[in-house]
């Protein structure tokens, strides 16, 4: 769609394309949270830096949260629990774990951005809800009922502290088989039920 013939300072019209503005939009927004932080980024520094107008924002994201969500969605990368059979978990979650160094650019921008940004009580709460709902969630109802949630979620501690580790130590290298095997036993133990 055009704007018409000319702008207001005469120049030809601009194809608005919203699909790539959304795209510059979150771009930036992804640098920005995860060099400052959820407090310190203004809409306004994000609309600046994408080169749109700060109404922008609002209407594609809804609110500055809603943008911050759309930044962990575009850098999610989340495992496939319920197509894995629950035998093969473990060995899935550590190969999982240990592939996290190779994920994308927006991978990485939104743990930097979640991790910088935690101290807020809304990304806490966002945080929270995104853990439950994709990850522990899913994962307790695939394990027996007793004590489902707190081994699901210790199984995903493990999972994102992992990747988490290997990033901070810019860790690329190829797992060592034992290593590998080694971690597969420690999620064997974390989905493992108690007696």
Request: include cysteine; charged fraction near 25%.
């Amino acid at each position: 769609m055009t704007t018409g013939t000319t702008d207001r300072d005469g120049q030809p019209p601009r194809t608005r394309d919203r699909e790539a503005t959304e795209a510059r939009i979150l771009d930036c927004a992804a640098r920005l949270f995860a060099e400052q932080g959820y407090r310190t980024v203004t809409v306004r520094a994000i609309a600046t830096g994408a080169g749109v107008n700060v109404a922008l924002i609002n209407r594609y994201f809804g609110s500055k949260l809603g943008l911050f969500d759309a930044v962990l969605g575009a850098g999610a990368t989340l495992p496939q629990l319920s197509a894995v059979p629950l035998d093969e978990l473990p060995r899935y979650l550590a190969e999982y774990a240990m592939r996290r160094r190779q994920r994308s650019a927006d991978s990485s921008r939104a743990l930097s951005a979640a991790t910088r940004s935690v101290e807020s009580p809304e990304i806490r709460e966002l945080l929270r809800e995104r853990l439950e709902n994709q990850l522990i969630g899913p994962l307790a109802a695939r394990l027996p009922a007793t004590e489902a949630r707190r081994r699901a979620a210790l199984c995903v501690a493990v999972l994102i502290g992992t990747g988490y580790v290997r990033g901070l130590l810019a860790d690329d290298t190829p797992p060592d088989p034992a290593f590998l095997d080694h971690l597969t036993d420690v999620f064997r133990t974390c989905l493992r039920q108690l007696p």
